[in-house]
């Protein structure tokens, strides 16, 4: 038996014990985990890999897409990039992959003053069919914002529909929804609504970056889910930090994107090319 | 788990298997995933006066094998260490080690004497051998001269057991050895990361933003076999080997080449939970061999033509 942590983690070797091939290149794949199946928010991630061979070496983060109490078991949407996806998504069912989790911070519920507006770039669509069934839970609903560059790297738009969810599509193509990027038409979206608004995004750095952008410019909360390459996913190996400046620190520092993050409030995020004066200074305007 | 127990330089530790710096945070990260009683002890992540920010980011890559970083020593500092994070680790059930460095000599005594009036560490490792660092690190552990210098200045503060924890970048690492013991070193370290260089190739730039970095994992396993071996010959003081150490089979190749002891390294990031499979594997290799403790197996590889 596995030990679980105080914070509800645990590791275990799991069996797959579902497949299920949506457009390719992108899977989804069912394992059984209890403790993940039962306690992982909308924004945790679990850190897998399916064997113990040294190459690839490390395991890899991914978000948890649906957790089933009932069935023990949760699901992770993967499109093979890599050699770590790749072989993960090779698993047939019954074959085991090592899994640590649920770990990371998960999104926090915007107050109920504000519309929920969920921005997704591609994959990053992954921790917020949780998100959408957490909010549905509280009465509360949410509209989510999806872009790719094509069609086929919107997936899993009809689940989104099956909780009633509203999704605006965009492609850089133009072959569905909104002719160019997401954030475009997350701004269309802003500048004609009524209630005020928070950001949740989830994505490429460069689309995060832009959704932090429109957040302070608007003086909208926005969170946003990083992605840096980990090393361990529990705080040890130091591999994954953000550099980051609250509000109300002397001077920026590191944080864990698994253990601080991976959602970090965005206006604390330090973004590539910001210096840190010009952090401190949208810091303290928030 | 008597036929696993070990002392080297003074401690005792139940099993010869011991998590390695900078792979297994201040050991309050990994509470309740890893049953830490399980394992012989821990080194702490390394530990200024001061604490640290370290590198920028891109800090690891993986490589064939092999994980490549540029952390560069971030930490909380040696003085929280000892009020923060010491108190939660007096029942942990394990030997507690603490990893000392310093950008001059001063600094690693300054460190060391912090640590050495804090209850429950075990002994001292000190990091001449980080390669991720403008001052200190590798500087001080590539010249047998500094070396000397800083071992000799930790001796002089503490009656823990001290352990230099030596750098794979130099020609002779035997003589640094020898250099450690005659300062009063009681126990090595062998070894540190390999200084790496991996390129992204579409931008043409390192991957990692300090640039070059330490190599470690499996990859670089027969080297540091190799150089563990080099240093255990060189003197008398017991030798942790370090170096990629995944399996019973891998920590046996250091036992066997002359190290008493092993520390595990970048296998805790990717099965934190090994501790038990490499237990087992180490008492079925016991039964195996018909042998009835793990010292037994300490420096017996035969070597081809003697051990000259």
Redesign the interface.
């Known amino acids: 038996m596995?030990?679980?942590?105080?914070?509800g983690?645990?590791?275990r070797e799991v069996p797959l014990v579902a497949r299920e091939a949506l457009e390719a290149p992108y899977v989804l794949l069912s394992f059984q985990h209890p403790e993940v199946a039962r306690s992982a928010r909308a924004g945790q991630f679990v850190m897998i890999?399916p064997s113990?061979s040294?190459?690839?070496?490390?395991?890899r983060p991914f978000s948890v897409l649906h957790a089933d109490p009932a069935a023990d078991t949760f699901t992770l949407f993967v499109k093979p990039v890599g050699p770590g996806s790749a072989g993960l998504a090779a698993l047939r069912v019954g074959e085991r992959a090592?899994c640590?989790g649920p770990l990371g911070r998960p999104f926090r519920a915007p107050s109920p003053e504000r519309d929920a507006l969920l921005v997704a770039g591609g994959y990053g669509i992954a921790p917020f069919l949780l998100l959408c069934r957490e909010l549905g839970r509280e009465g509360r609903s949410a509209r989510v914002f999806y872009g790719g560059r094509r069609t086929a790297d919107l997936q899993l738009r009809e689940r989104f529909a099956e909780l009633g969810v509203p999704l605006v599509a965009a492609t850089e193509d133009g072959s569905l929804g909104h002719a160019g990027r997401v954030t475009e038409a997350l701004e269309a979206h802003l500048d004609g609504a009524s209630r005020p608004s928070e950001l949740l995004a989830c994505g490429p750095d460069a689309m995060l970056h832009a959704v932090a952008r429109i957040a302070a410019r608007r003086g909208l909360p926005a969170q946003v889910s990083l992605d840096?390459?980990m090393?361990?996913g529990?705080?040890?190996?130091?591999?994954?930090?953000?550099?980051t400046q609250e509000a109300d620190a002397p001077r920026p520092?590191?944080r864990c994107a698994c253990?601080e993050g991976p959602v970090f409030d965005a206006a604390s995020v330090l973004w590539p090319g910001e210096s840190e004066s010009f952090a401190r200074a949208r810091g303290a305007a928030v | 788990m008597s036929r696993l127990a070990v002392e080297f330089a003074g401690i005792r530790f139940k099993n010869p298997l011991i998590a390695a710096s900078?792979?297994?945070?201040y050991g309050v990260?990994?509470?309740?995933?890893?049953?830490l009683h399980k394992l012989g002890g821990f080194v702490s992540?390394g530990l200024y006066l001061q604490p640290r920010?370290?590198c920028?980011?891109?800090?690891?890559?993986?490589t064939?094998?092999?994980?490549l970083?540029a952390?560069g020593l971030?930490g909380v500092g040696v003085k929280a260490f000892v009020a923060e994070v010491l108190p939660q680790l007096r029942d942990c059930g394990t030997q507690v080690l603490v990893n000392v460095c310093g950008d001059t000599v001063e600094e690693y005594a300054e460190v060391t004497r912090v640590i050495d009036g804090a209850p429950g560490v075990a002994g001292v490792e000190i990091n001449i051998s980080c390669p991720n660092v403008k001052k200190g690190g590798i500087a001080f552990g590539g010249d047998p001269v500094m070396t000397r210098e800083v071992v000799s200045a930790v001796r002089r503060v503490t009656r823990l057991p001290v352990i230099p924890k030596l750098s794979p970048n130099v020609t002779d690492i035997a003589l640094f050895a020898k250099v450690c013991e005659e300062a009063g070193a009681d126990g090595l370290s062998c070894i540190n990361t390999l200084l790496g260089l991996a390129v992204d190739v579409e931008r043409r730039r390192p991957k990692l933003a300090f640039g070059t970095g330490g190599l470690s994992?499996?990859a670089i396993r027969p080297v540091a076999v190799r150089m563990a071996w080099q240093a255990a010959r060189a003197v008398k003081i017991p030798v942790f080997g370090i170096g990629g150490i995944?399996s019973a089979a891998d920590a046996l190749e250091f036992l066997i080449a002359g190290c008493r002891a092993v520390q595990v390294g970048?296998a805790?990031?990717?099965?934190?939970?090994l501790y038990d499979a490499l237990l087992a594997g180490l008492l079925d290799y016991l039964d195996r061999h018909g042998l009835q403790h793990i010292d037994e197996v300490v420096g017996t590889l035969q070597y081809p033509g003697g051990d000259a």
């Open positions: 596995p030990s679980v942590a105080p914070w983690a645990a590791d890999k113990a040294s190459d690839p070496l490390l395991r090592r640590l840096p390459w090393g361990c529990v705080g040890t190996c130091l591999g994954c930090v953000v550099r520092r590191y253990t | 900078g792979t297994f945070g990260e990994l509470a309740g995933v890893v049953a992540k920010d370290g920028p980011t891109p800090r690891i890559a993986e064939p094998s092999g994980l970083n952390i971030q994992g499996p995944a970048t805790n990031f990717a099965d934190p939970c």
